[in-house]
């Protein structure tokens, strides 16, 4: 039975990449993969996934300007929700925010959520070296907090060069989404936002290895964080998906720090490659857990925070 909910999974839509090249491509080093829907349905069907919620990966749109990174934030938009309405059961949509344009992002996060009906927004892990808890995103916390809305971070390549012959996705994307959760924890954002609930990519890279590191050190050097309890319970309060990140080593960490039905599945289909996805979902099919907990992985977890897929994955 395909019961599976998968909340890392990129839409590639041909404008868009054709596009890519033009304005920065990929600075991460990694290559826009072939795509369709086909291809996607296909992957699903091979790996009992019911439901993917769909992204544009990094870099997203940061490479255009102004008025040109608005109207493809909105076209990319409008190319995921006219799947999920073609598709409602099979397909979700995170939209895209013309980030780090705080207005632009304002005004396409109405239009994703009051018309399109988004089911969450996608945010990279860092916008041309800032960081998700800078105050100048202050604003956008308080619209997602408000909305209670889902919030997937994928992480981008960080401001420093890739090494060489290793592309970023490999080393450099774990990192990042680790810098951008310490920031958002120490900065207050995720104590200030409450009703939002944030997906860390890729088992959220080393923060269930090294949350107890950054929540022991940093009161001890910065007065105006909360103490080491309560940090931790800000780190604990993220979501985790499995994409890239379902082997033994990486489940006993997120088993051992992540709240109940907090850790989500995820294939980074069709960046990881089919072959790639699959290895890591028999991993996770073949790593022991409890009944219970193994269907919160696959999908009760996403289904608590996703009220729109509630009725359609069965259990």
């Known amino acids: 039975m395909s019961n599976r909910i998968d909340v890392h999974h990129h839409l590639v839509p041909p404008f868009w990449a054709e596009a890519l090249s033009g304005h ?15 291809a996607s349905l296909a992957f699903m069907d091979a790996q009992r996934i019911a439901t993917a919620v769909l ?21 990319v938009n409008e190319f995921g929700a006219d799947l999920v309405a073609r598709w409602p059961d099979r397909f979700g949509s995170f939209a895209t925010l013309p980030l780090p ?17 988004a089911d969450g927004v996608i945010l ?11 105050p100048a995103f202050g604003p956008l916390w308080t619209e997602l907090d408000r909305r209670a809305a889902v919030v997937f971070i994928h992480p981008a390549k960080p401001q420093i060069p890739i090494i060489e012959d290793i592309p970023g996705p490999i080393v450099d994307y774990p990192f990042d989404t680790t810098r951008t959760a310490v920031q958002l924890v120490l900065s207050g954002v995720v104590a200030r936002s409450p009703r939002v609930r ?14 107890h590191r950054f929540a022991e050190l ?15 319970e800000s780190f604990r309060s993220f979501y985790f998906d499995t994409a890239l990140s379902s082997g033994a080593a990486s489940l ?41 907990v ?9 289904q608590q925070i996703f009220a729109r897929l509630r009725e359609t994955v069965a259990a």
């Open 294 to 302: 193994r269907a919160a992985i696959n999908n009760g977890g996403a």
């Open 198 to 211: 944030i997906i860390l990519s890729h088992a959220g890279g080393f923060v269930p290895y090294a949350a």
């Open 218 to 232: 940093a009161p001890a050097v910065r007065p105006d964080v909360p103490p080491a309890p309560a940090l931790i």
């Open 124 to 134: 990279l892990s860092n916008y041309a070296g800032h960081y998700l808890g800078d």
């Open 24 to 38: 920065g491509g990929d600075p991460s080093g990694w290559h826009s993969p072939a795509w369709s829907v086909d």
């Open 252 to 292: 006993l960490a997120l088993q051992s720090f992540a709240r109940p039905g907090h850790i989500l599945y995820g294939s980074d289909f069709p960046y990881a490659p089919a072959s790639v996805g699959a290895a890591f979902t028999a991993k996770l099919d073949s790593f022991d857990l409890l009944r219970n």
């Open 101 to 117: 344009d705080l207005e632009g992002a304002l005004r396409e996060l109405d239009y994703a959520f009051d018309v399109l009906r």
């Open 55 to 75: 992204s544009v990966t990094a870099p997203g749109v940061t490479g255009w300007e102004a008025a040109a990174r608005r109207a493809m934030a909105r076209r």
